[in-house]
């Protein structure tokens, strides 16, 4: 079945460092792509999202790219900040005759910024 | 307008309890899925509400869990004679339209304990 794959936290950075997280699946066809955040005693948010093969989801300095050759969607940015520090999941949509939107997700990446 | 909600936001339950989880969705979201995650884990997919009908619960893990949407607004997630295994975070999202790649909106979940 369809899965996704992140690399396992925690991962730890200084203020200003350059971030990447990988993330690959498993899929059937095109699915779309997202990476939702969980900040600290918040509920999880959409980050960013490609559609299809060679886009680019961009938000709040983030940014991943939609790479069907080797199934893959690492989320980078250039310069982290502490308030960045939060839970990370990667995760898509498969397609199918039903298409509901129902995710399937990554087991998250702990991202920890020191000042 | 307000985003999801959800109550109660903690529960703890004896072993054998039935207990009703509530997702109040944002108004006029046609889209409404209920997920578990687990702690360290990434949600997992419960079942899927288009207005009142549920058209996927490919993910309820036993008969013992049972949802419903009967005026395609609020939503109950109940699980009857709860087991230690049930402890997890139900999360419910709302999304205006269906299917892939709509934006689902997440509530702050409800923590369940089961003892």
């Known amino acids: 079945g369809d899965s996704v794959t992140q690399m396992e936290g925690p991962v730890t950075l200084s203020e200003e460092a350059f971030l990447t997280i990988n993330c690959t699946y498993t899929?059937?066809?095109?699915?779309?792509l997202f990476w939702y955040v969980q900040y600290p005693g918040e509920g999880l948010q959409l980050l960013l999202k490609a559609t299809k093969a060679d886009d680019k989801g961009s938000n709040k300095g983030f940014e991943a790219t939609y790479r069907k050759e080797t199934t893959s969607f690492h989320l980078e940015k250039g310069s982290v900040q502490v308030s960045d520090s939060a839970v990370y999941f990667c995760?898509?949509?498969?397609?199918?005759?039903?298409?509901?939107?129902?995710?399937?997700f990554g087991q998250g990446t702990t991202l920890q910024v020191k000042p | 307008g307000a985003g999801v909600s959800q109550s109660p936001r903690y529960k703890v339950a004896k072993r054998g309890q039935d207990v009703a989880l509530r997702c109040d969705p944002i108004?006029?979201?046609?889209?409404l899925f209920w997920y578990q995650q687990a702690l360290g884990q990434g949600p997992e997919f419960l079942t899927y509400f288009q207005n009142e009908a549920q058209l996927d619960k490919s993910g309820l893990p036993s008969d013992r869990f049972f949802a419903e949407r009967p005026e395609g607004s609020v939503s109950t997630l109940k699980i009857q004679r709860t087991q230690q295994e049930d402890s997890a975070v139900y999360l419910c999202?709302?999304?205006f339209g269906q299917g892939s790649p709509e934006t689902q909106y997440f509530g702050p979940g409800t923590r369940l304990l089961v003892l």
């Open positions: 899929a059937t066809g095109y699915p779309s």
């Open positions: 999202a709302s999304s």
């Open positions: 995760a898509l949509t498969p397609l199918g005759s039903s298409n509901t939107g129902k995710l399937i």
């Open positions: 108004s006029g979201h046609v889209s």
